[in-house]
């Protein structure tokens, strides 16, 4: 079952394994938004039906200028893609160089995008016994070693940690000094607009901010991502896309999100509500150590013996799914991660586990 787990929301691969129906089961290993789609998403969805006899429009315009005009950039300074994932995947064939790095822990498609395109790929890794603390002086001397691409998620992803602006700022001015050129994931940064690095990145040069519209608004099963960048690496990466990537509806249903304001403040308001509650009573359970967070989910550690792989095994059975980080560099056996859901959902999550450990 191993490969199932490899990243969160493997339900359908799960319930056809178990034979069960993918309905039946809590997903706490996908971080989605538990307010489910804004109000206007459906209708859009349903309108768009009448336009699936046209090819999408391939600029994805009208989506685009509403992330520009929320983001406060030019639209020149967007590029529309199918989710985050295809622009990780397209930026290694984009920028030339041999060697890059990635700080670790971290999603792990920066490495398969970075080993398909032929580049040499470590890791900068981060320890949970200092709080994923990022040493600038450390990393510093790491770039300086003719490191030509840089992966950084912000914040961070599974652990949660958020660095402050200023703490980017001086990142991007050691990648303009060696040389190196940073892909900032900010997949999560909705929840904490204020620190994004979207302005600095857009209106400089080496760089490139990766954005995700399907945890936030729940709507995984769209595929649905955005960049945010200097106009001549945006160009450059219109160029290189896949024609036609984005779909009608996934295009109709980002414009409904976006013009629903109230939903964005809904969802930071409950986060970080159900965020906080859930990570005190995780702190309550014996043996688990959940780490801060300043997204949608809360990485854990097992101080009790018990391996992750054990505990999601377990919860299994209960048909409650969560994310064993075994897999993460950097992370061993003992971590795990769960989304942050509903008061219910997250009462069920930990009762739960209250009976299990």
């Not at 929301?9 to 129906?21: E, K, N, T, Y």
């Not at 989710?83 to 670790?104: C, D, H, N, Q, W």
């Not at 940064?189 to 945890?215: C, N």
Request: aromatic share 8%; hydrophobic share 40%.
């Amino acid at each position: 079952m191993s490969g199932i787990f490899d990243h969160g929301g493997g339900v359908f691969a799960l319930a056809r394994l178990m034979g069960v129906s993918p309905e039946d089961f809590l997903d706490f290993s996908a971080n989605i938004n538990p307010l489910g789609p804004p109000r206007g998403v459906r209708e859009a969805f349903i309108e768009s039906f009448a336009r699936l006899a046209h090819y999408p429009d391939r600029d994805a315009a009208e989506l685009r200028n509403a992330l520009a005009s929320l983001h406060v950039v030019a639209p020149s300074q967007v590029i529309v893609s199918n989710g985050s994932t295809e622009l990780i995947y397209l930026l290694p064939r984009l920028i030339a160089g041999s060697k890059a790095l990635t700080v670790a822990p971290a999603f792990s498609e920066y490495g398969r995008a970075l080993k398909r395109s032929g580049w040499e790929s470590r890791y900068f890794a981060l320890s949970p016994g200092n709080g994923f603390a990022l040493s600038l002086d450390k990393l510093a001397k790491k770039l300086d070693e003719g490191v030509e691409l840089l992966f950084l998620c912000n914040p961070a992803n599974p652990s949660g940690t958020l660095l402050p602006l200023a703490e980017v700022e001086r990142i991007h001015t050691i990648c303009r000094q060696t040389g190196t050129f940073l892909v900032l994931d900010e997949a999560f940064m909705d929840f904490r607009e204020e620190e994004s690095a979207k302005a600095l990145i857009a209106g400089s040069s080496g760089g490139i901010v990766l954005r995700s519209m399907t945890k936030f608004y729940a709507i995984p099963g769209l595929r649905l991502g955005y960049a945010i960048g200097p106009e001549e690496i945006i160009s450059r990466c219109t160029g290189m896309l896949e024609p036609w990537s984005v779909n009608t509806p996934a295009q109709a249903a980002g414009c409904a999100a976006l013009a629903d304001p109230d939903y964005r403040s809904r969802t930071i308001a409950s986060n970080a509500e159900e965020r906080d509650h859930l990570s005190r009573s995780l702190a309550a359970l014996p043996g688990v150590k959940p780490y801060p967070s300043a997204a949608n989910y809360l990485l854990s550690e097992l101080e009790n013996g018990m391996s992750a792989a054990q505990l999601r095994d377990a919860l299994l059975k209960r048909r409650i799914v969560i994310r064993d980080c075994s897999n993460y560099e950097g992370l061993d056996e003992s971590f795990f991660r769960v989304a942050v859901r509903s008061r219910d959902d997250n009462r069920r999550l930990l009762n739960a586990l209250g009976d299990i450990l």
